[in-house]
Nanobody, 122 residues
Framework: AVQLVESGGGSVQAGGSLRLSCVAS????????MGWFRQAPGKGREGVAV???????SYEDSVKGRFTISKDNAVNTLYLEMNSLKPEDTAMYYCTAKYGGTCAVRSEFGTWGEGTQVTVSS
């Protein structure tokens, strides 16, 4: 089974930036879609950004223009560049992937990492 391992989370002040990484072991090969979800305390998990196998991306409205999703298949890694961070971006961020189906921030995913915490202070 493929394992997804996230890193890059941390604590920053509002307006700051972070870059999350997700390494797929042993490979990203076969995934038609990869993405980032987040879950804030007391809230449900929500899709943040996804990228399909052709490189097309889609974002949740609140992060458009601030977050950028990308992937490098050569090193089996998915990224999330987060700029202009806001306190409401505070959450556990999860890497996810799927082998078929629709690639959208509201679609279902089957493979998940354990998450990396992002905390933004005002």
């Amino acid at each position: 089974a493929v394992q997804l391992v996230e890193s890059g989370g941390g604590s920053v002040q509002a307006g700051g930036s972070l870059r999350l990484s997700c390494v797929a072991s042993p490979t990203t090969y076969g995934f038609v879609c990869m993405g980032w979800f987040r879950q804030a305390p007391g809230k449900g998990r929500e899709g943040v950004a996804v990228v399909d196998m052709k490189g097309s991306t889609s974002y949740e409205d609140s992060v458009k223009g601030r977050f950028t999703i990308s992937k490098d298949n050569a090193v089996n890694t998915l990224y999330l560049e987060m700029n202009s961070l806001k306190p409401e971006d505070t959450a556990m961020y999860y890497c996810t992937a799927k082998y078929g189906g629709t690639c959208a921030v509201r679609s279902e995913f089957g493979t998940w990492g354990e998450g990396t915490q992002v905390t933004v202070s005002s």
